[in-house]
């Protein structure tokens, strides 16, 4: 069984930062990669970034050079630094677990980002 647990969601004005925490616990392979989705209310959840155990890192256009994702093999936790925000990227962030086959999502944090 995995479990994934995220937080660090939470108000922030535009032009601040955040960083998101996803620790995983469980019945976890060495080899996998950990990622970010968002979604808001109406719209289908989209990909954020995503990085391999070996550390190698994608990102989707929208977010490139505002966001940053890492990850501490140690811990099984993957973080995402979310810098100069914006309204738009407000929505609930869903952390993704991929081993093999196997898909595994987190319960979601809220991010809102208004003044």
């Known amino acids: 069984q995995v479990q994934l647990l995220e937080s660090g969601g939470g108000l922030v004005q535009p032009g601040g930062s955040l960083r998101l925490s996803c620790a995983a616990s469980?019945?976890?392979?060495?080899?996998?990669?950990m990622g970010w989705y968002r979604q808001v209310p109406g719209k289908e959840r989209e990909f954020v970034a995503d990085?391999?155990?070996?550390?190698?890192?994608n990102y989707a256009d929208s977010v490139k050079g505002r966001f940053t994702i890492s990850r501490d093999n140690a811990k099984n936790t993957v973080y995402l630094q979310i810098d100069s925000l914006k309204p738009e990227d407000t929505a609930v962030y869903y952390c993704?677990?991929?081993?093999?086959?196997?898909?595994?999502w987190g319960q979601g944090t809220q991010v809102t980002v208004s003044s």
């Open positions: 993704k677990l991929t081993i093999g086959v196997g898909r595994y």
């Open positions: 990085i391999t155990t070996g550390g190698t890192t």
């Open positions: 469980g019945s976890i392979w060495s080899s996998n990669t």
